[in-house]
Structure formats: structure tokens, C-alpha cells
């Protein structure tokens, strides 16, 4: 029996052969990008320490939008993690797009976020 296996779990084989490359340092934390169909969220990652120093999300209570699975609320996010890192005194990040193309909302996402003054 031949068996199908899906987007995701290819993402995910995906992600894995990402992250053996990608390292988040004090330096130069990691942003990781999650897309879901509704949502989409946002991280600024220290991995030497295995700390969250900021993140963002279509699905927090204060967010404007109703859907975060358009181009639009992706901007917004990336425009917001980047402000929320900046006051962590974070400018300096390494871009990790969690196994989804560079194209659509993660592509928007990170572009807002070099707008906002994150360097990557």
C-alpha cells in the first residue's frame, strides 16, 4: 500500500533540515514564522537560551483584524514583532520560515518586519 504523505508533515521533514542550519544566538536571535489557515504568529527566539524574547500573533486579543490569514494581517504582525523585539533592544535577527515557501504572507511578513527596522 503506497502512502500519501501530507503538506505538513513534508513542512515539517522541511523545517527539520532547516533548522540544522539555522542557530538563534544572543546576538542574533532566530524569528520563526507559523502559518496556520486562520492565523498567523510570529517569534523572536533565543535557542542557546531557550527563551521567547517576543512575539506576535494574528490571534491575540487586541488585534484588529478578524482573520490573520491574509497578506494584510501578516504585514501587521511582522510590523509588530519588529517593534516588540526593538524595545527588547533586539535589531539583528536570523529569518526562519518554518518549512512554507518565502511567498505570500510569510514573504509579507518578513518584509514588514525589515520596514520596522529588523535587520535579517
Known amino acids: 500500500m503506497i502512502r ?3 503538506k505538513n508533515e513534508i513542512r515539517g521533514r522541511v523545517h527539520t533540515r532547516i ?5 538563534g544566538t544572543s ?7 507559523f502559518r496556520s489557515v486562520a492565523h498567523i504568529y510570529a ?5 542557546s537560551k531557550g527563551v521567547t524574547i517576543a512575539s506576535a500573533s494574528s490571534a491575540e486579543k487586541g488585534s484588529p483584524d478578524k482573520t490573520g490569514g491574509n497578506v494584510a494581517a501578516a504585514k501587521e504582525i511582522g510590523k509588530r514583532v519588529a517593534e516588540r523585539s526593538k524595545e527588547k533592544g533586539v535589531s539583528k535577527v536570523v529569518f526562519d520560515r518554518g518549512g512554507y515557501l518565502y511567498h505570500g504572507r510569510v514573504k509579507a511578513l518578513a518584509d514588514a518586519a525589515r520596514e520596522a527596522g529588523l535587520e535579517f
Open 43 to 47: 517569534q523572536v527566539i533565543d535557542d
Open 19 to 23: 533548522r540544522k542550519k539555522l542557530k
Open 27 to 33: 546576538e542574533r536571535p532566530r524569528l520563526a514564522v
Open 4 to 6: 500519501k504523505t501530507s
